[in-house]
């Protein structure tokens, strides 16, 4: 009878070998196979842990389509495949995420091993709200998809976390600054784990001029701070609302409703401004 195969995602050190785990070190020295994006990469981490060289089958975002019906077959011979990225956990902005929908889809085991990841190690350290946030990983390069992407950011009100290359990282931040403002809070962390690891903290402003002044060079990661909340809406503001729905020829009653609803306020404020407005117009 075959052994069941199982697909095990392994998170792998950012920068630093000291992160490797042993459960990652074990599942990678077990596996049959190993997909990666780069085989000198990968190569070279086993060979600095020590571990055996195994079969390695690249998995990058040119040949990651091209290569799931070979994992599957592996899979269904019962082996066991391990898949990682260059560095951190796969899937995240990296590849994987179609070939463990398909591994999935085809009924075979998924494990985890997790790992170092960039944008959590950022999201900790910069000191920004971390019980809630949005990764956001890379943004379109250009065009109305990046456009439409820095808007929605602009608006977020959770801590945002994005990837960007150093060489576009000046642009992005300035593209942020004219989005959000330029007091937005922003931490920038590059080349974390590693022997030249930075964090610089400040405002978008400051991050621009910091970005275009330095040319920071490594592993960017830009974690924003949220959005001002919107004050709530006062006295003026819910009746203002009510006089166009009563205008409108609303009761005073679905007036309420109506506004409460749509600015988030209590009913019975609502309905006790409502009556106020209808004894105006009166």
């Known amino acids: 009878m075959t052994q069941a195969g199982s ?14 785990a042993p459960r990652a070190a074990e599942a990678l020295a077990g596996a049959d196979a190993v997909c990666c994006e780069d085989t000198r990469r990968t190569g070279k981490l086993l060979s600095l842990a020590g571990i055996e060289r195994r079969p390695l089958v690249v998995v990058n975002e040119h040949s990651e389509a091209r290569e799931i019906p070979q994992v599957l077959a592996r899979l269904a011979r019962g082996e066991r ?35 170092p990841s960039a944008s959590l190690a950022a999201l900790v350290v910069s000191g920004l709200p971390a019980g809630r946030f949005v990764f956001e990983g890379f943004l ?30 000046a642009r992005t931040l300035a593209d942020l600054a004219a989005a959000c403002g330029d007091g937005r809070p922003v931490v920038v962390a590059r080349e974390l784990t590693k022997l ?24 960017m990661v830009i974690v924003l701070a949220g959005a001002p909340a919107a004050a709530p809406p006062d006295d003026e503001d819910v009746l203002a609302a009510l006089r166009d729905e009563l205008a409108a020829g609303a009761t005073a009653r679905d007036a309420a409703r109506a506004v409460a609803d749509r600015l988030s306020v209590p009913r019975r404020r609502a309905y006790d401004l409502a009556v106020t407005a209808s004894h105006d117009r009166d």
């Open 81 to 115: 495949v391990a898949l990682v990225s260059d560095a951190g956990m796969p899937g995240i902005s990296d590849p994987g995420e179609r070939l463990v929908a398909a591994v999935v889809a085809a009924g075979h085991a998924v494990e985890v091993v997790p790992g």
């Open 140 to 169: 379109p390069r250009k065009g109305a998809g990046r456009t439409e992407r820095l808007g929605a950011v602009a608006r977020e009100l959770r801590t945002t976390v994005l990837y960007e290359a150093p060489h576009r990282l």
């Open 196 to 219: 030249h690891e930075e964090v610089w903290r400040g405002t978008l402003g400051g991050a621009v001029a910091w970005a275009e002044d330095r040319q920071p060079r490594g592993e």
């Open 7 to 20: 697909l095990v995602l392994v998170g792998t050190p950012i920068g630093n070998l000291g992160d490797l």
